[in-house]
């Protein structure tokens, strides 16, 4: 009798007409609402997919509770490898990740290891800050013990950090049914280091109540905003001073934005860090709502308060947390740049992000372009960046690209 492959023992779950199209179109996921049957599937399990009829389509990890009832890890059928063992694979999806990055990423040792769905790992987030490494468990396929062990255990023995730390969002624990958790050590003892990227310096604490990190995929977005950097400069939602700090050595005076004061307390510290590279140049950081700020400071130019720059940075957050919220989102977004417009002084620069992915680089351009109008001033597109290479873009899964940043100069 020929001996059946291990992966028949594996649950099967059926999809839709249409969930079996979206995986045809190259995407990863099936909704709840396009299963067929999943009968006694245990929560977090590796399954067989098929479609209706029973055609095989691959392999996925299982969720009872989430909407994203499948996200696909393999898209192999019988023809090619059975996937067998989830441990095995994950490791060697691990060891991908990283060697893909190895010829993409420079300059840095605070990167995104891995980045879910982009890396084939759906569920699994993993970010380096020089030795600490941070992780995220976004499903219960990868909360499961033995998983969470191969891991770590693959994270350690390709990357060797210091300690392993985890960042836990009960909000999505709760909506995987999985049991809460405390962000903390994992693994090793350290919980602080200080990371560079392009040379700039900053502080990371995963330390509970001042956990800090960086918003590592603006990092060649830095690097850019930097060879336009000139005169006087504002980072407006400036955080912990991700792009004032890049700003400052090619600037005579930054001003960094941002309504949370811990966020600005760090922002100094780093400033302190960078001691040498800012050449005794102060930044000064001020405690404000951006809109009121900007408000203020871009009235007309009789006015106290007016205030003119030669580069602005915009980078706030997402507006725009679902579809329903794209119209509100883009007056928002249109409000904050047609204010930094009108504060730009003649061949300024504009340096303008936007992380929600419901925003389109597209609904981004004409947003820019109606708000150039209404400001009368005259745009030319230097850059239209995205997210850093560490944050992969997989091209049939339009979720994995979100961030924008145009960078553009007022002619007159
Ligand atoms: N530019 C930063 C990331 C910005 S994240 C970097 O590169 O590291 C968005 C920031 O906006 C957060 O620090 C948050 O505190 C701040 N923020 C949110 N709403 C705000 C508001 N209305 N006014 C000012 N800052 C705000």
Same mark, same amino acid.
């Given at each position: 009798?020929?001996?059946?492959? =291990? ?7 059926? +999809? ?12 990863? &996921? ?18 067989? +997919? ?19 009832? %499948? ?34 990423? %420079? ?17 699994? %987030? +993993? ?7 941070? %992780? ?35 909000? +999505? ?49 830095? =690097?850019?905003?930097?060879?336009? =950097? ?54 000064? &950081? ?60 003649? =061949? ?65």
């Amino acid at each position: 009798m020929p001996k059946e492959p =291990a992966s028949a023992s594996l649950p099967t779950v059926k +999809v839709s007409p249409r969930g079996a199209a979206r995986l045809k179109d190259g995407h990863v &996921w099936v909704y709840r609402s396009d299963i067929v049957t999943a009968d006694s599937v245990l929560p977090g399990s590796l399954v067989r +997919v098929t479609d209706h009829r029973g055609k095989p389509l691959g392999f996925a990890l299982y969720s009872s509770s989430s909407q994203i009832a %499948i996200r696909m890890i393999s898209r192999d059928t019988p023809s090619h490898e059975p996937v067998t063992d989830l441990p095995a694979l994950l490791r060697h999806r691990i060891a991908e990740a990283i060697a893909y990055r190895a010829p993409l990423v %420079i300059d840095t040792d605070a990167y995104r290891v891995i980045f879910s769905e982009a890396d084939f790992l759906p569920g699994l %987030i +993993v970010d380096r800050y020089a030795d600490i490494l941070s %992780i995220q468990i976004l499903t219960q396929a990868m909360d499961a013990d033995h998983v969470r062990q191969s891991i770590l255990a693959e994270l350690t023995a390709l990357l060797h950090p210091a300690s392993i730390v985890e960042r836990v969002d009960p909000r +999505v624990r709760e909506l995987e049914t999985l049991p809460p958790r405390a962000s903390g050590l994992l693994q090793g003892q350290k919980f602080a280091t200080t990371f560079t990227m392009n040379s700039v310096q900053f502080r990371f604490d995963a330390l509970e109540g001042q956990k800090t990190g960086a918003f590592l995929d603006q990092r060649e977005n830095y =690097a850019a905003a930097a060879r336009y =950097a000139k005169g006087e400069a504002l980072d407006v939602f400036c955080y912990q001073g991700g792009f004032a700090l890049h700003l400052a050595p090619h600037c005579a005076q930054v001003t960094g934005v941002d309504s949370s004061r811990p966020a600005l307390e760090v922002a100094d510290q780093n400033a302190a860090l960078n001691d040498a590279l800012l050449k005794a140049k102060e930044i000064e &950081w001020i405690e404000a709502n951006a809109f009121d700020l900007l408000k203020d400071y871009s009235s007309s130019a009789h006015t106290y308060e007016a205030r003119r720059y030669d580069t602005i940075v915009l980078d706030p957050p997402a507006f725009a947390k679902s579809k329903r919220d794209l119209d509100a989102a883009l007056r928002g977004y249109k409000e904050l740049n047609l204010r930094a417009l009108k504060m730009l002084r003649p =061949a300024g620069i504009l340096v303008t992000c936007s992380c929600s992915y419901h925003v389109s680089q597209s609904n981004f351009l004409e947003m820019l372009a109606s708000a150039a109008l209404d400001a009368h001033r005259t745009l030319r597109l230097l850059e239209v960046r995205g997210q850093a290479k560490d944050h992969p873009i997989l091209l049939n899964v339009p979720e994995t690209s979100y961030l924008k940043c145009v960078i553009a100069t007022v002619s007159h």
